[in-house]
Each structure stands twice: as structure tokens, then as C-alpha cells.
């Protein structure tokens, strides 16, 4: 089955731009959904097909796509940007629709 | 506004069964895919079963295929999974989330319901 991988922990300083990687083997051919969870509530959906952001998600949210690496991107990261962020692909040919990655701890400092 | 709401959630034994339940409103229940995804305590997010729109088609991860079984009632916006032969590895929160058919993208969650499989 496809596997994504995130690096566990990623940490940024208030202000900075902090970047989230997934990596899967050819994942620029696919759409790639990115989540994210703060402790004790559920995902909620931040980008979606690479790049497009919900309504009501910041601006400071962005995404890209290209190769074997996807990458979210959080601009002036703030305290409340801190939580699991979770990348996601369907894998639409397979009986396993849905694929997500390991989840990465983002720590403002 | 969209929501969706899990239930059943307990503490059951080993070998026991469950059934949860998430009902749903603020959309229309019968144009969506309905997906149940669990996190064990500590972890990520793992993806356990898809229904689609009439509950013709369903397809389970192989960690509970033949165990659990993943319905739908539209009539009443509400959708289900019913687990059987539990183990301590079925130990997780269960999310409930829709799919917009085809896109691969569970824009919407509910908040969880907490299975706990013990002796």
C-alpha cells in the first residue's frame, strides 16, 4: 500500500515560516490534503488538493506538490498554529481509499 | 451548519462487539461518502472504512476487514459501524468524516467517540 512519511516534530520561533513535509514515491501525481489537529479535538482540514485553502483558513496557510515530496507551508506562525498536522492522499485505484501520513508535531517556541 | 455526531463509544471486553453510530445534519446526507478513521491513544490517524452513497459499495482496511461493518441509513441521516471480535488493537477514538464523492477529501469531522477494549 502507498506510505507517507513526516518527519515527528517540526519547530518554528513566533513569526517565522515554519514548513511540513510528506513524502510518498511519485506523491506530485496525486492530490494532497493536509489536517490539522490541536490535542483533545478532531482534524480539521486546512488544504486540500495541494494547494487550495477552505473558507475560514488563514492565508498564512499554503501547500505545494511536486515530485516525491508535498509540503505545507505556515507563514508568521503564531502560539495557536501549535498542533499534529496530518498530510493525506487518495489513493483512488486501490481498496484503500484514504492514506495519511505518520502526523507532525509543529512547536512554536 | 454542517455537524456530525458520534456515539457509542464504551469500555468492552475482549472479543466483545460495538456498535457506533454518527448522525449527521446541516447537509445532505445521500449525496456524500462517509468514512470512519480511528487514532489509537498517542498516534495518528488511521483510515478503517468507506461507504458510498446508497451503501451499495464499502470498502475496510485490512486490520478490521471481516470484523467490522461499516452502513448507512439516509432516511435517517445516520451512519454506523458495527464492530465485532474487538481486540485491544481496535483501542482508539473513532472519527466519523464525509467525503464529497470522488475527491478524496474529508472536509468535514465529527468530535470522536472513545472505544476502549479491556479486561
Known amino acids: 500500500s502507498y506510505v507517507l512519511t513526516q518527519p515527528p516534530s517540526v519547530s518554528v520561533a513566533p513569526g517565522q515560516t515554519a514548513r511540513i513535509t510528506c513524502g510518498g514515491n511519485n506523491i506530485g501525481s496525486k492530490s494532497v490534503h493536509w489536517y490539522r489537529q490541536k490535542p483533545g479535538q478532531a482534524p480539521v482540514l486546512v488544504v486540500y488538493d495541494d494547494s487550495d485553502r477552505p473558507s475560514g483558513i488563514p492565508e498564512r496557510f499554503s501547500g505545494s506538490n511536486s515530485g516525491n515530496t508535498a509540503t505545507l507551508t505556515i507563514s508568521r506562525v503564531e502560539a495557536g498554529d501549535e498542533a499534529d498536522y496530518y498530510c493525506q492522499v487518495w489513493d483512488s485505484g486501490r481498496d484503500h481509499p484514504w492514506v495519511f501520513g505518520g502526523g507532525t508535531k509543529l512547536t512554536v517556541l | 451548519e454542517v455537524q456530525l455526531v458520534e456515539s457509542g463509544g464504551d469500555l468492552v471486553q475482549p472479543g466483545g462487539s460495538l456498535r457506533l453510530s454518527c448522525a449527521v445534519s446541516g447537509f445532505t446526507f445521500s449525496t456524500y461518502w462517509m468514512h470512519w478513521v480511528r487514532q489509537p491513544p498517542g498516534k495518528g490517524l488511521v483510515w478503517v472504512s468507506r461507504?458510498?452513497?446508497?451503501?451499495?459499495?464499502?470498502t475496510y482496511a485490512d486490520s478490521v476487514k471481516g470484523r467490522f461493518t461499516i452502513s448507512r441509513d439516509n432516511a435517517k441521516n445516520t451512519l454506523y459501524l458495527q464492530m465485532n471480535t474487538l481486540g485491544a488493537e481496535d483501542t482508539a477514538v473513532y472519527y466519523c468524516?464525509?467525503?464529497?464523492?470522488?475527491?478524496?477529501?474529508?472536509?468535514?469531522w465529527g468530535q470522536g467517540t472513545l472505544v476502549t477494549v479491556s479486561s
Open positions: 468524516a464525509r467525503e464529497a464523492a470522488y475527491t478524496g477529501i474529508g472536509d468535514y
Open positions: 461507504i458510498n452513497i446508497d451503501g451499495g459499495s464499502t
